[in-house]
């Protein structure tokens, strides 16, 4: 075993207690900065008494990192961090910190998107970038995009105690996007949108609930709001090499399949509306039936109708030639609906309402299918509508197309999650890791747009998300550091400082 430093991997014959004393005197003794640090870690113990530094960053300072994360909320009883509010701003100030702890040069850019970099070895050639988001949905599970920032930092921050991270052959970057979810103003990906040089002008004028824009909000908190800071934000293609993003699954596959990662295939593309049913607000007691123009009840029956199309798209598709290479089988296949939000007003139990307004989340991996999908649900829904004498508005609020991985990349990624695998199976072969299709969306989809993208999903138990329910095993969380780990140290060119520990 070649060691690094006098104090990193297994050291034999001390105990326990000599072993600490030493290295506090040592850690006193010495005035640099970075040692005092790598003196604690190395005398991290494990459950065996084996000093394991790997297991001490990759899992269990990991997991202690996105517990701390997880209370960082706007709400008191839940957890929630929507684009640029209190809680993400502080969010970011952490992952800042555990940047810089990890040894990465750090800056915030102007659409709040945290960024940690290692140069390596050449440091103007094109970076690899690594990322996931720092916002939740409300009511959040406490690992949906935490887990990819924090696997990121953890398997730098190995590599730069080890003396690893200036072989690196290239830039690595770590990115905390600001906006994944979309749930302050309903369009996903602003952080990384931006990044990607997708992200239109127009979005500086989109309003959340309480009437602020994100031109507001940005003000508010970075200072500037113009167009040019949104255009200067964009990446050049040539300066990136790839990018990388580990999140959790989901989805219940890896938990049925009985593994702890996956490689991701491809992401299916999601649109969003929202509908708004007008009608004739008016008294719950004296108006009769036969003349009401209810928009809640319309608004029942398009749900319902949604409902309908989503789950027996052949019942109501015909393929033309606008949509003439996609295979109904591929649609219904991958074809998802929702309607997460509903509100109406006045809202009162005793008056008819005026407006009702819904959303709906539409989801496939076949981007012609799920236009075809919402050009005959929008022509049923103003048809009910008609027939009902209430007026239907159909907005669009966010597209993203179906994205495909990289192949060249999902091999490199599959490689480092079996190696990681088989790591934590004591050396054992697994069974291959599995490749799955996302049916959420990820900030990789905008960066697809930038470069190449690949990802590897995380088994989450009974794939609950969106949820406090959401769940990750510590050996996991573990499992995620090391196939990071592995990946970056197949970025490391000739041995810089072998190290097996
Ligand atoms: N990973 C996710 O949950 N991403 C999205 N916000 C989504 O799929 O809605």
Not at 132 to 152: K, M, N, P, W
Not at 190 to 219: K, Q, Y
Not at 437 to 451: I, K
């Amino acid at each position: 075993m070649a060691r690094c430093g006098p104090f990193l991997g297994r050291r034999r014959g001390y105990d326990a207690v000599t072993a600490v004393v030493f290295a506090f005197l040592l850690c006193l003794i010495v005035p640099s900065f970075r040692l005092p640090r790598l003196c604690f870690l190395a005398f991290a113990e494990d459950g065996s008494g084996r000093r394991d530094l790997r297991r001490v960053i990759l899992r269990d300072e990991a997991t202690a990192r996105l517990n701390v994360l997880g209370k960082i909320s706007d709400a008191e009883d839940h957890l929630e961090r929507t684009f640029m509010s209190p809680a993400s701003l502080r969010a970011g100030n952490q992952i800042h910190e555990w940047m810089e702890d990890a040894g990465m040069r750090t800056w915030n850019d102007g659409m709040g998107n945290v960024h940690g970099r290692v140069d390596g070895r050449n440091p103007s050639g094109k970076a690899l970038l690594i990322g996931s988001h720092l916002d939740t949905v409300v009511d959040a599970g406490i690992f949906d995009g935490s887990l990819g920032l924090i696997s990121a930092i953890s398997a730098l921050k190995l590599l730069n105690v080890t003396g690893k991270s200036s072989g690196l052959e290239r830039p690595v970057e770590v990115i905390a996007f600001s906006d994944e979810e979309g749930i302050r103003f309903q369009s996903t990906f602003l952080g990384s949108a931006a990044i990607a040089g997708i992200l239109p002008p127009s979005i500086l004028n989109f309003a959340d609930r309480s009437g602020a824009t994100v031109r507001d909000v940005l003000m508010e908190t970075v200072g500037d709001t113009s167009e040019k800071n949104l255009r200067e934000l964009k990446y050049d293609p040539n300066s990136v090499w790839g990018y990388v993003e580990v999140h959790i699954e989901q989805g219940p596959v890896l938990e049925w399949r009985g593994l702890p990662l996956g490689i991701v295939s491809g992401i299916a593309g999601q649109t969003r509306l929202r509908v708004t049913v007008r009608g004739s607000q008016g008294h719950a007691g004296t108006v009769p039936m036969s003349m009401r123009q209810d928009p809640m009840p319309a608004a029942a029956e398009l749900i319902v109708l949604l409902e309908s199309l989503c789950k027996h798209p052949v019942d109501f598709l015909s393929f033309d030639e606008y949509c003439k290479d996609s295979t109904i089988e591929v649609l219904a296949n991958s074809l998802v609906c929702t309607v997460g939000e509903i509100s109406s007003w006045p809202s009162a139990s005793n008056v008819i309402p005026g407006r009702v307004s819904f959303t709906i989340d539409i989801r496939a991996m076949e981007d012609k299918g799920r236009e075809a999908v919402i050009y005959e649900l929008s022509s049923r829904m103003y048809k009910t509508c008609d027939r009902r004498s209430v007026i239907c508005t159909i907005e669009r609020k966010h597209d993203a197309n179906a994205v495909k991985c990289d192949p060249e990349l999902s091999t490199r990624l599959k490689l480092a999650a079996q190696t990681a695998m088989k790591e934590m199976n004591g050396g054992m072969d697994q069974q291959e890791v599995p490749v799955l299709m996302s049916g959420a969306g990820h900030d990789a989809m905008a960066m697809s747009h930038l470069t190449k993208v690949g990802m590897i999903f995380v088994r989450c138990r009974g794939g609950v998300s969106h949820s406090p329910e959401e769940h990750v095993l510590d050996d996991d969380v573990w499992a995620a550091g090391l196939a990071t780990l592995t990946f970056l140290e197949s970025q490391i060119g000739s041995p810089f400082c072998v190290h097996t520990m």
